[in-house]
């Protein structure tokens, strides 16, 4: 099987790798929410200033958030699953960059 750079080429690679690096936290976190569930409205607010000099804060912040997620995809869900789902979404952000995020995940039927 063909590694993925001989696939695209080294050239491409880089501008992936490049273009991910350089994306922002909550971009990052907007995205993979939208690639991995169906999204009918998304809001994502960076609460990292609010925790300036308390546990997991960071200079130049994306480390304490709040993200409200619409989908199809909780109809039906308790709470519990519907976070683990974005957990599971965001695990590696979680396990780095994020210290704390705050899910708020409702289902169409409940707005």
């Known amino acids: 099987m063909a590694h993925i750079s001989e696939l695209l080429g080294p050239a491409i690679i880089g501008?992936?790798?490049?273009?991910?690096?350089?994306?922002?936290?909550?971009d990052i976190v907007q995205e993979k929410?939208?690639?991995?569930i169906s999204v009918k409205e998304i809001d994502i607010t960076d609460d990292s200033e609010a925790h300036r000099g308390h546990a997991g804060y960071r200079e130049?912040?994306?480390?304490?958030?709040?993200?409200?997620?619409?989908s199809p995809d909780f109809e039906g869900l308790g709470a519990v699953?519907?976070?683990?789902?974005?957990?599971?979404?965001?695990?590696?952000?979680?396990?780095?960059?994020?210290?704390?995020?705050?899910?708020?995940?409702?289902?169409?039927?409940?707005q």
């Open 33 to 36: 929410i939208q690639a991995s």
């Open 60 to 70: 130049g912040g994306e480390t304490h958030f709040t993200v409200r997620v619409v």
């Open 15 to 26: 501008y992936i790798t490049n273009f991910e690096v350089n994306m922002s936290t909550k």
């Open 81 to 110: 699953k519907r976070h683990k789902m974005i957990y599971s979404i965001l695990k590696e952000e979680l396990e780095g960059q994020i210290h704390a995020l705050a899910i708020k995940a409702i289902a169409p039927s409940e």
